[in-house]
C-alpha cells in the first residue's frame, strides 16, 4: 500500500523559507514522476512544480518559479520543496503526489497523478 506522508508546513512570514517533506513508503520512488500541487480555500487543486521519474527534468508554474525548487533524496524515499522567499499568496494546503513510472516528462495536471498525501498547511502572513 503507498503512503505519502508530507511534513514540513506552518506559519511563515512574508520573504521566510519553509521546506515542506514527503515520506513515500510502498512503492520505490525513484522510477516515478513527482509533483506538488497545492489548493487555496475556494479554489481549485493546482499544480505547483514537478519532476520527471530520472529527475533530469523539472517544471514549475510561473509565479513560483525562482522561488521554490523541488528535489528528491531516493535513499530516504523523500520527495522535497524548498520554498523560499514567501509571499501571502502562497498559503494553501500543499499536497505531494506520484504519477506515472518511467515518466520522463513533467506531469502537471491533477489526473496525471496517481497517489496523493493528506497535505500540509503552509501561511505566509504579511
Known amino acids: 500500500q503507498v503512503q505519502l506522508i508530507e511534513s514540513g508546513g506552518g506559519l511563515v512570514e512574508a520573504g521566510g523559507s519553509l521546506r515542506l517533506s514527503c515520506a513515500a513508503s510502498g512503492l520505490t520512488l525513484s522510477v516515478y514522476a513527482v509533483g506538488w500541487f497545492r489548493q487555496a480555500p475556494g479554489k481549485e487543486r493546482m499544480f505547483v512544480a514537478g519532476m520527471s521519474w530520472s529527475g533530469m527534468n523539472t517544471d514549475y508554474i510561473d509565479s513560483v518559479k525562482g522561488r521554490f525548487s523541488i528535489s528528491r533524496d531516493d535513499a530516504k524515499s523523500t520527495l522535497y520543496l524548498q520554498m523560499n522567499n514567501l509571499k501571502p499568496e502562497d498559503s494553501a494546503v500543499y499536497y505531494c503526489?506520484?504519477?506515472?513510472?518511467?515518466?520522463?516528462?513533467?506531469?502537471?495536471?491533477?489526473?496525471?497523478?496517481?497517489?496523493w498525501g493528506q497535505g500540509t498547511q503552509v501561511t505566509v502572513s504579511s
Open positions: 503526489a506520484v504519477g506515472k513510472r518511467w515518466n520522463r516528462i513533467v506531469a502537471t495536471t491533477a489526473n496525471e497523478y496517481i497517489d
